[in-house]
Every structure is written in C-alpha cells, then in structure tokens.
C-alpha cells in the first residue's frame, strides 16, 4: 500500500530529480499575502515570484504545503467530518516554474509523476483543459491521452486569475474514475458533483497579465502553478474515494476510538472525523504561533478547538482528550514537518489548557441550549438571542451552535443572532466612552471595531507583510500620507511590538510593495484600543502610502536585537534580586531600551556592595550557562500555581505567555523545581540566555518609598563598562601598590562615605521641601470639600518628587497633592491621590491639566500618583489653577 508519506517523498523527490528546488512548506500565517488569513494553497510562498516582485536562486520549486481553509471566504469547517473530502488541514503537492518551463514540459512531468511514479491505472484517468487552450491539448494528446478523455471547459472553473487584475491563465485538472459504484458524472456533465469523478491535479498555466479595461497580454515570463491533494490521491491508490479512510488520518481516528473505548466505525464515526481533522488543523496553527483567543486568527483557532472538544464531548468523553491523541499525530507527521515535534509540549498544553476551560462551561451551555428548544415548536429556528447568549456566556462561536442543532435537524436565527451582537457592541462603546478615556482616542476604538484586532508576528520573525488598514493624522483618519507627512498607521498584522510591559516600541521601515522606492521611517509603535491595534508612527520619507495598499515591514534588527537582550536580563535581574535579598522583591516597573535597562522594585534599604556584586555575578553565570529560553501558554492562575512573576499592575487575559529561562543545578529550587526565571510576558526575548553577552549594574538607588531602582546595560556596553572598572582598579592598584583586596577595601569605604553623603543631601533636600523651601505656598486649602496642596519647589529633581508626594499624603491623610519641581526652566509634575478619593479624584487628570498649561504634553501614572513634564515652569500658577478647577467639577 502507498502510505501518504510515501506519495508525499515521491512527488518531492520526483521533481528534484527534474531539477526542482525542494522548498519546506511555509507557516500557515502567510507572511507575503495579508490578504489571506490562512496558507490555503501551495504558490502562497511563491507569490512574490510569479508577479516579479521577488527573486530567488532557482526557477523551479517544489513543495509539499500544510494548508488551512477554516475562515474568511475559504471555509470548509461546517461540512468537515460530514464529507468524504472536506478538511479544515490539508497538504497541497505542487510543482512552480518561475519563467522556466511552461506547458510543454509542466504536463508530461504530470503525466510521468501520476502513471509512472505513482501507477495510477491510465484508464482511469481523464483531464480538462480551457475551451481555447487548443496547446494544452494537443500536448495531452502527444503525452498519451486519448481525445475522448481530454474534457474541454468553458466555465472559469479551468482559468485561473490572481486578483481582477495581474497575472491570469487557463487550467488542465486530472480527474480519477471511481468507477460506477459512485454516483456521478465527468467533469462539465450535470452529474459532475458526484463522488465518481474526483480531480486529483491542478496545473495552472501563468499565461497572460489582466488589465483593468479587460484586455490581456501575454506575460514575458510564463510559469507555472500545479497543486496535488495528498490526500485524494492516497485515497485512489488505497482502494477509496473517502480521505478518512487513508492511512494516516484512519490512524487518528483509531487513536480517538481507542482513547474514548468506542467504535471508530459506529455511531461516533462522524465525531472520530471531526477529531482527526481538526487535531492536524489546531496542532500545526499552534505549532505555526497561532495561539486561542477572541478575534482573528486565534478565533478560529479556537473555534475549530471547541468544535472538536464538543464531538469529543459526545463520545464520552469525561476528560480532556485533544492533547492525548497529540503523540500520534507526531509520530504520522513529524518527520515531514519537524515543527510538530518542537512544539509538541506547547501543543500538548495548549489543547488540555482550552479544553479543560471549555468543559466546565459546556454541559451547562447544552443545557441551555436543549431548554431554549424545548419551548419551541419542532421545525422553529433557535432565536438569535438564545445563540448569543450561549456565545457570550458559554463561548460557544454561533458555527458550533450550528453544528449541535445540525444533528437535530434545526437551524439558528443568524439575523437575530447578528442584531444581538451589534446591540453587545454598542453597549461596550458607551462603557468605554464613558470609562475615562481621553476623547482622542475613540479612534482607536473606532478602527478596531471595523477592523478587529492586529496579528502580531514579531515572535517568530523581524520581516512580513502587511495591509495598511487605517491612517491616522491629526486626530482623524485620513486616506493615505503624503511624502513628509507623519502619522499613524494600523496594519492587519505587523512584526512591529507595540510599547508594553517595560519594552519599548520597534522602529524600522515600510516599503510599499508596488513601488519599493517608496519608504516610510516607522519612529514609534503603540497598542492601541486597550491593545487590540497596533499603530505605526510612521514619517513619510519618499512617496505616498494609501489606506488598502500592501507593504513590507522591516524592523530594525539591532535595535530589537539589543532591546531583547536587555528585556531577558531584567528576568535574570529579577529572579537575582529575589533570591539575593528575599521573596518581597517584587517588580514595580521597568524600561527594557535599546541602550539600557531599568527596573524598580520592593525594598526598603539600599543595597550592600556585597549584594551588588552577588546579584550581577549571577546574572552573568545564567547567561554563560546558555540556556534555551522558552515560552509557555497558560492561564494566569496556573501560571502562578507554578511560581511565575507577574509584572506589576499588568492586566492579563485568559491565556498568558509564560517565559523561562535558565536552568538549576540538582542543588537549586527553581519555581516549578527547575527552571531559574519564570515570569508571566508577553515582550519579546533572545534564543538563548548567552545571546544576552555581558550584564554589567551601573547605579542602585531609591526609586519611591519603599523602591529601589536599578539600572544596567547588556552586550558590548556592559562589557565596556566592566573593562572601565577593570583599568580604574589597575590604575589604583599600581598608584597606591597595594593588593587587590586592600583596593576594593578602600574603593568600598569611599563608595559608601559618597552613598551616605547622597543620601543625607537628599533628605536635606527633602526636609527643605517639606518645610516650605519652595515658593506658591505649602498650606493645604479646601476645594470642593477636598484637602489640596499645591507647591512650586526648587532644588529637587522630578524623581524627588513621588516620595515627597507620599509624604504630604501621609500628612494630609484625605486629600490631594500636586508639586512641580523648577528644574533648570522646565517643569517636572507629579501629582498624588489619597485612596479614600480615588473613586472620584484621579491624580493622572490633575498632572494632564497641570502639564497643559506648562506647555507639555500627556502625563500619566495611576489615580493615586501620576507625573508628567512641560516646558516653562513660569506658567505655575496657571497649572496650579487647571488642577484646582479639575477638583471643583
């Protein structure tokens, strides 16, 4: 018997032999088309070839594809398991010829590769050409078949276009002969839906460019696009017309049965379909980084997840049961496509995480669902508001409410359903536009409502393409940028990360596809939307980019390169910090920048030189240790079952990425026994704990009562720090001739006489302040029924400023605060809440009103302590007057 690897190696190593370069199939997010939300077909990779935007170092490629059609105009997952041949996974066999061959040499390979290679039985075969496509033809004829079997079409079923315009030419298909105990006829009969007759190839023949007025050419390069299921083909040469009954998907469907102790042949057979189905599609999505979630690709995702969690429900099944059946899957499919294998554990615990969170919601969504149709009559749809409920209460995506009454013979309401949903959205609109928000970011909300979210990639690569979706100027959408202009761009998905967590927002370029030429420097990027957009702040350099327009986007590698080695330091940091000074250390905020880091967290006194040099040396034995750095998805609880950090202040959703990174030694306990740094992130890492190079801990200092902060560099600049010290301590030594020991003695004393001197002016400074030191008065006054102090201080820096705050605070024990600090013209802000009156007062509006009148922008912080800048410390009155009026209403 011909297994499907076996056809799989054959095809591939056939056209090798012909001088075909054998390409790994591509991920499943296509990173060339965002027009796609899925790879659905095997030129997907190669597009960029066939319309001359892209050159390789071959013109022939061939490749076996994974593929996914569950979303978007290619959507196979309502009649998946129902059918003989619908998936929501396939693989696509295909031979490309970029401007190489063309017809005269693309069908006899066809012809060799299926009768030859595969002993297909010749009699059984039969292909269609283009009703025009007289060429084609004549080939086939010369190739061998007979005219009778060579099945013209007139139909735009034998010709392929790419778009309304661009490159377009006619089909060839091979059908296969089921014979007549199938009903159905050939191809252009009226019977041709039939099971009796089913295409097996696909040759698409790039013959001409489409042009807008209808017109067409032919192309200077002409090539080629074939595509093979693998799976009809198995199908024939193992005696059927049914894809599940081939080798490797009977195999998953046997490792359900046995998994449930039922039948794979029985009732349930429908069900072991549905299961083996979509356990190829969802475990190659999360081996590709597709991860569940509530919008756009992880949707689907987790759609196609629940509907096989719901027929594995039906067979019996009492625990979770998707990641079992993962092994088998491995062992069928992981030597062709290695990815499964590396990604097995994360597949593994994603599909028992998703599953065991569904089950507990499912039996009562059924419940429900079977109370809604016992009052209704037998042949009533499902009202559309009982569907939304079941979707927004239980999960369930109205296709898996369809399905469960498809066995019921019912139907759902959709326009119920779809008005139920717009009422939802307009509800959450009016709770987020009375949530706070500035006015000026509804736009936001706006684009992500028509949009839904952006697919971020940046995990797996630094280079993609996208779709511009929105611009922003001014506060507006706009249609397009001219060259000059700056704004905002919102993509459909981006390698860019947007500012969170500590991390700060790539830079890089876009470049318009259709002209290279033109370049837009990206100088910022932001989540938007709570998150949900990511927007590109973006200066025009050269030409015009338009709302609908595609683009590559390229990061900037060093940048993110350094920014990821001083992101995977602060984890060491962290846990060094942790375990040098105890288990309160716990983040309180973080900058992770190209050129530094910076991390506050909980303690109460300044570190000993001792402790210093205790938490950088471990650092840097966890970076020399090279581990690998890992991701895990998770719940948040779960997470911290197992000891994971959290960021400070962070809100999660329901699935967490979980980052580790090195590894204990047999003495050590790390938080899940082994592992040295676990914390919750979604921020971007290196590979390996030794791509970090070198740690080096500049400064130690307070950050706010009760904070330290600490700042440090990674790669070359630590290690150029570490060389500094190095050369100040030779220096020393050979001045005063005396050992090493006795240098660090005397540099230690020196270090802590300067370190006391520091502090004692500090809180010099402070005790001035807090006496009145500074000018626009240090009395309290009422506004509003509110306590308010309002002070203009000098001599003190901005980051004076938050312990000052908590001190007034502390003396007024209700009311507000709000300081600025003169620093050399400009204006330092910060502003304090006591949390009696953060439910009606919020100390981020009493900065943002203050900081407008000193010529700033923004500010920001939390409703009990916020800060803020501005340009002209003159204006102080003015500011002061703007947060008085904040708190009088």
Known sequence: MRTLNDIRSTFLSYFEKQGHQVVPSSPLVPRND???????????????????????????ATTAQKCVRAGGKHNDLDNVGYTARHHTFFEMLGNFSFGDYFKTDAIPFAWELVTRELGIDKSKLYVTVYH???????????????????????????????????????????????????????????????????????????????????????????????????????????GTNDNYSTDLIRSLIEASANATSTDPDGPGKTHHRVIADHLRSTSFLIADGVMPSNDGRGYVLRRIMRRAMRHAHLLGAKDPLMHRLVPALVRQMGAAYPELGRAQALIEETLKLEETRFKQTLDRG???????????????????????????????????????????????????????MAEQKAKARAAWSGSGEATDLAIWFDIAETHGATDFLGYDTEIAEGQILALVCDGVQVEALDEGAEGWIVLNQTPFYGES?????????????????????????????????????????????????????????????????????????????????????????????PDRLRFDFSHTKALTAEEIAQVEAEVNAFIRQNSPVQTR?????????????????????????????????????????????????????????????????????????????????????ALAELRGRDKVLSRIEETLKVSGAEVLTRLQAIMDERRALSNEVQQLRREIAMGGGGTGGAEAKTVNGVQFLAQ??????????????????ARLGSGAVLLIADTGGKAAVAAGVTADLTGSVSAVDLVKAAVAELGGKGGGGRPDMAQGGGQDVANSDAAIAAAEQVLGG
């Not at 027009?35 to 935007?53: D, E, P, R, Y």
């Open 633 to 717: 998805i998770m719940t948040p609880d779960d997470a911290r079952g197992l000891g994971a950090q959290a960021l400070f202040g962070e809100k999660y959703g329901d699935e967490v990425r979980v980052v580790s990174m090195g590894t204990l030694s047999g003495s050590g306990k790390g938080a899940d026994g082994e592992t040295y740094s676990l914390e919750l992130c979604g921020g971007t890492h290196v590979r390996q704990t030794g791509d970090i190079g070198t740690f080096a801990l500049t400064s130690e200092s307070a950050s706010a009562a009760g904070v330290r902060r600490i700042e440090a560099l990674t790669g070359q600049a």
């Open 34 to 60: 965002p027009t796609l939300m899925f790879a659905n077909s095997g030129m997907v990779q190669f597009k960029n070839l066939f319309t001359g935007v892209e050159h390789r170092d071959y013109k022939r």
């Open 366 to 420: 059924l419940k429900l669902l079977d109370d809604e149709l016992a009052g209704l009559p037998g042949d009533a749809a499902l009202p559309g508001e009982a569907a939304f409920k079941l979707y927004d209460t239980y999960g369930f995506p109205l296709d898996l409410t369809q399905d469960a009454l498809r066995e019921k013979g019912r139907t759902v309401d959709t326009g119920g359903f779809d008005a139920a």
């Open 132 to 238: 025009t496509d007289d060429e084609a033809a004549e080939i086939w004829k010369k190739t061998g078949v007979p005219e009778d079997r060579i099945i013209r079409i007139a139909t735009n079923d034998n010709f392929w276009m790419m778009g309304p315009t661009g490159p377009c030419g006619p089909c060839t298909e091979i059908f296969y002969d089921h014979g007549d105990k199938y009903w159905g006829g050939p191809p252009g009969s009226p019977e041709e839906d039939g099971d009796r007759f089913v295409e097996i190839w696909n040759l698409v023949f790039m013959q001409y460019e489409q042009f807008e007025d209808g017109t067409r050419r032919e192309l200077a390069a002409q090539s080629i696009d074939t595509g093979m299921g693998i799976e009809r083909v198995a199908a024939l040469l193992q």
């Open 792 to 809: 203009v201080l000098t001599g003190v820096s901005g980051k004076d400023l938050p312990p000052l705050i908590d001190e007034h605070k």
């Open 501 to 593: 967590g500590g991390q700060v927002g790539d830079t890089g370029l876009l470049r318009r596809l259709e002209d290279e030429d033109d370049v837009a420097a990206v100088t910022d990027t932001q989540k938007m939307a709570g998150g949900k957009l990511t927007a590109h702040r973006v200066r025009v350099d050269r030409g015009r980019f338009a709302r609908g327009e595609a683009v590559q986007l390229e990061v900037d590698h060093a940048r993110r390169s350094a920014i990821r080695a001083n992101h995977s330091a602060t984890h060491l940091l962290h846990e060094a910090l942790r375990r040098a000074l105890g288990d309160h250390v716990a983040q309180r905020g973080s900058l992770n920048a």
